[in-house]
């Protein structure tokens, strides 16, 4: 094999695939990029076989073949090379011999036979998505998901489309990691297929990677599908491949609480600014803040044995119950770094049951959190 | 009709409960040694030939038995020590159930000759095989003498079992130094294949540790003496310079008697958590005294475990008594150079060393015993005694000379007395104390010293829990789900917020804050199991612990670090006000001492 490509189209396409090789495996495989030329492209391919991309980029192949080689040290090659085209020639037992200028590498590479195998994608079966949608749906959702590798389950993003009452369409995005729990919610057009009607668990990783896609440009569409128990993305001459997690998630409706009745309206810098002060004092392993809501007011407070208390009180309007509730300020936060609204609206039922937090005004967003108990 | 059920003959019946209770050489020397002791005996002589496969003799000067006592004993059932039922719920003596006697008898070729000192001639047994074969009168001492020989000769499979004669002598030695240690007010004698491996006189519980483990373990002891709610604990621990990789060296007693108890060492080791490292084991030696009522000994025929009433009481008693011991970290003042020699010695010591000075000129040059046994033969070894119980447990102990101001009241701590010389490498202080130099690390002492205040803080604060939005179901076995029962609400005030759910299964619906990101279930299961078999749980504390441990080691000093005077004084200073000072949370020495002596055989000037 041997072909010339310029160094930055290079050096990009290696960028691209660099969060999606491992860096500890057992497989010293999937530490390597399979590098492939056809006619007159060079497709790069990673996979760690849960996540795979594949993409294509124009290439003057002299050539054809393929080769893989690690993709963490090419990376690192190509970008210190000097700004001229790249020749890339494969020698016997797949070494690599790499030429920018007078710059010379020879480096060893694995052979392609061994690598995963990358689906063929059938470009029919893809239905087109909205970029900005997907991106704010992940964004509102993601910082929900579990990181506790035994619970599988909920280590992804539930995605499911529910067809209302008037025939509309609405995609869902949920994600909990049992203390907490987010729901997004969009527009959907299109044909929703069986899996989105059933509701697929999207890997947390995927979904990682898929932010960073929606990340590059504002606007514009994606193309999204399902093949083979994998979800597939597609942009451009780019494909991601992500296997989806074979498990049930939970059934997250049944702890929407619905008979919370107790409602606050607060506006969300401030609350946000306030709680950042208060969380100064919680210690994050041990401690929450409090929220004691009366008539008055709410009164945010927390407290730490080695440093001391601290407390500010924020004006709203209530005129229910007084009563206490204690957070993780850490759980708080999250969601209102993601509201985009001014305001929020904050759901209680008492001490002890999930309380809701919504933006006011909007069903597009909905996160539950579960109190903690002294 | 045929009858299939027959009553077996006696002969068959002592050979099964030689079963339970005889399994080696060294069980028959526990139980007649054991004999002996209850017989009141001071002077005891134990005799093994080829491991105790061929002979074994055991020979003592307590109260004897009359001609008919003596041959009732080899009945089976039958004994001294206790007469009516309600004796069984108070023993005191170490034997009570009247087998060992008989049991041995049946399996061996078993001679017992005895006499009461009223009566001017003793009587001689000879049974073998379970069977009486000569009963005679002789002339001997008061006390009982017992040999046994060719034991197991009528059980084949027995003894195919045992090992060779050199395994089974070390069994009998362990034995020996258990019951050694168990009361030294009670002279031993262990002789070998005809060679001395032990003898020691009437003395006191250090002695005779010394004795038994050597004078170098023996030098880091360190007394331990509470009592609380009718539990005391008494006896000798180490300190962490002198831990073993195996339990080999903890000797437990229970009312006088040797247990191999998990209750007891899950005690032990808890106290020591963070004083060791994990896997290796301390040197123990410590003598439980709980109300007879309180403990069933009545387990298992050879009585090695023992069952409480109250299990948590005796596990935090004990617990509680060894960490009042180390967490004052008295090994750092305790040094054996610090302590005057035996020079005036008592008349125990005395005869003892006369005895060992006419042992060493009598006996041939023998081969160490593989037990640490003989120091008889070291007449050296006198003069190096660790220093008496009364001066153990102090701290600040010896006044070191230097100090400046002898009428202070407040006597300064081990840290703040010595004298900063200075940083080296910026991370280790260098200190002088008396005639040594001291060596801290200052990360692990200043780790230590964060780590004791955070837990305080934990400790006064109550256990915040977060509840789950999903409740989790855990199955339960039986005896699980009892236990999530019976101590729910001491679950709950640690975090743990568990429902019954029906049959085996209970619902998770809150775990504590600081295992919130893991798998709850699992620490539930953990605690659980420790509930079951201790009453008590420390699953959770570890957790806490190992948690503190962390952030104390990532809040203070890492690494090169330059500290000036004052700081490196007020690190000292606020070590003396920490407990378990001289190691760090997980178990690393923080400070090492270089003697005088030392640095004068590294410069050749001795």
Known sequence: MEFRIDKEVFLKSLQKIQGIVEKRTSMPILSNVMLEATDSALHVTATDLEVGMKSSYPAEVATPGKITVGAKKLYEIVKELPNQVIIFTTKDNDWVEIKCGKVQFNIVGLSPEEFPYFPAVKEENLFEIESSLLKGMIEKTSFAICNDETKYNLNGLFTKVETTEGGDQNLKMVATDGHRLSIAKGTFKGNAGPELSKGVILPKKGIYEMKKITDEESGGTLMFGFMDNSAVIKRGDSYMVMRLVDGEFPDYNRVVPVANNRIITINKEVFTHSVRRMAILSSEKFKGIMLEISNTGIKISSSNPELGDAMEEIDVTYDGEPFAVRFNARYLLDVLAVTDTDCIEMKFKDELSPSIIVPEKSDSFLAVIMPMRL | ?606
């Open chain 2, 1 to 606: 009709m045929s009858q299939r059920i027959n009553i077996l003959p006696e002969t068959i019946t002592n050979k099964i409960a030689a079963g339970e209770v005889v399994e080696r050489p060294a069980s028959v020397i526990k139980e007649l040694v054991e004999n002996a002791l209850d017989a009141d005996a001071n002077e005891i002589l134990v005799e093994i030939v080829a491991g105790g496969k061929r002979l074994i003799r055991i020979k003592d000067n307590g109260h004897g038995m009359s001609r008919e006592d003596a041959l009732l004993s080899l009945e089976r059932h039958a004994t001294s020590k206790i007469r009516t039922d309600s004796d069984l719920d108070g023993i005191m003596t170490l034997g009570f159930r009247g087998e060992a006697l008989p049991s041995i008898a049946s399996i061996s070729r078993f001679r017992l000759a005895t006499r009461e000192s009223s009566n001017p001639e003793g009587t001689e047994i000879v049974v073998e095989g379970g069977r009486v074969r000569e009963v005679k009168a002789c002339g001997m001492p008061t006390g009982t003498v017992i040999t046994v020989e060719q034991l197991f000769f009528n059980t084949p499979a027995r003894l195919k079992f045992l090992r060779s004669a050199e395994t089974e002598a070390g069994h009998v030695g362990d034995t020996m130094a258990r019951l050694a240690i168990s009361r030294p007010d009670v002279g031993f004698v262990f002789i070998n294949d005809g060679r001395e491996l032990m003898r020691v006189q009437r003395s006191d519980l250090q002695r005779r540790l010394t004795q038994a483990l050597g004078k170098d373990a023996a030098t880091d002891l360190h007394c331990v003496a509470s009592s609380a709610a009718g539990i005391s604990v008494e006896g000798y621990i180490s300190g962490p310079a002198a831990v073993r990789s195996t339990t080999a060296a903890m000797f437990t007693y229970i009312n006088g008697r040797f247990v191999r108890d998990r209750l007891i060492q899950h005690a032990v080791m808890q106290a020591y958590r963070g004083v060791i490292d994990r896997g290796r084991y301390p040197i123990v030696a410590l003598f439980i005294s709980v109300p007879a009522g309180e403990i069933d000994v009545n387990v298992h025929p050879t009585k090695h475990e023992v069952r409480f009433r109250n299990q948590s009481q005796v596990h935090d008693a004990l617990q509680g008594a060894l960490e009042e011991v180390l967490r004052r970290s008295p090994w750092l003042t305790q040094r054996p150079e610090q302590t005057p020699p035996a020079s005036g010695a008592t008349g125990q010591a005395y005869r003892e060393r006369i005895a060992a000075a006419a042992q060493a000129s009598l006996s041939l040059p023998r081969r160490e015993p593989s037990f640490h046994g003989a120091t008889t033969t070291d007449v050296n070894g006198q003069t190096a005694f660790a220093p008496s119980p009364a001066k153990a447990g102090t701290v600040g102990e010896p006044a070191p000379s230097f100090r400046p101001d002898a009428t202070r009241s407040e006597p300064l701590g081990y840290f703040s007395s010595m004298e900063i010389i200075g940083q080296f490498h910026a991370e280790y202080i260098l200190c002088q104390s008396g005639k040594e130099l001291v060596i801290i690390d200052q990360h692990a002492a200043s780790e230590r010293v964060a780590y004791q205040r955070l837990r305080q803080q934990c400790e006064s604060s109550a256990v915040e829990s977060q509840r789950l939005l999903f409740p989790e179901t855990v199955e339960l076995s039986f005896s699980e789900t009892a236990v999530a029962k019976r101590f729910q609400e001491d679950l709950a005030k640690i975090g743990f917020e568990l429902e019954p759910f029906g049959g085996n299964t209970v619902i998770l619906s809150a775990v504590p804050r600081i295992a919130a990101n893991s798998t709850g279930t699992q620490l539930v299961r953990d605690i659980l199991a420790e509930l079951a078999t201790l009453g008590t749980t420390v699953a959770f504390r570890e957790k806490l612990d190992d948690l503190l441990a962390r952030i104390a080691c990532h809040s203070v000093v890492r690494g090169v670090h330059p500290l000036d005077n004052r700081q490196i004084a007020e690190l000292l200073r606020s070590m003396d006000e920490t407990d378990f000072a001289a190691s760090c949370p997980h178990g690393r020495p923080v400070s090492h001492v270089i003697t005088l002596a030392e640095l004068e055989k590294i410069f050749k000037r001795t």
